[in-house]
Nanobody, 120 residues
Framework: VQLQASGGGLVQAGGSLRLSCAAS????????MGWYRQPLGKQRELVAA???????NYADSVKGRFDISRDNAKNTVYLQMNSLKPEDTAVYYC???????????????WGQGTLVTVSS
């Protein structure tokens, strides 16, 4: 299973970006999907997560500004980021818990990371 993230870049404060992450490979179904971020010199933290049924949760710091969604038919998760702030600058990683066979074996997979830089 591979996760391919895209959509990062440089944006001014107050701007918007949309991240995408597509999963491919031997996938029976995908359970939870999420986005994490790691600012330079800091630990990785959860930004937002979404269940297969669409239930979501967000870090307090992004509530009301970020929106996570997914397309189960495309095995893809999105993160719409609005009203971006300089403190949102980080490498963003997508994550997926994948059902890989009919014996209910699962694996936790990570994308390669995409850099988001918000200038003041």
């Amino acid at each position: 299973v591979q996760l391919q993230a895209s959509g990062g870049g440089l944006v001014q404060a107050g701007g918007s970006l949309r991240l995408s992450c597509a999963a491919s490979g031997t996938i029976f179904s995908i359970n939870g999907m999420g986005w994490y971020r790691q600012p330079l010199g800091k630990q990785r933290e959860l930004v937002a997560a979404i269940s297969r049924g669409g239930s979501t949760n967000y870090a307090d710091s992004v509530k009301g500004r970020f929106d996570i969604s997914r397309d189960n038919a495309k095995n893809t998760v999105y993160l719409q980021m609005n009203s971006l702030k300089p403190e949102d600058t980080a490498v963003y990683y997508c994550n997926a818990n994948v059902l890989v066979d009919r014996w209910y074996n699962t694996g936790d997979y990570w994308g390669q990371g995409t850099l988001v830089t918000v200038s003041s």
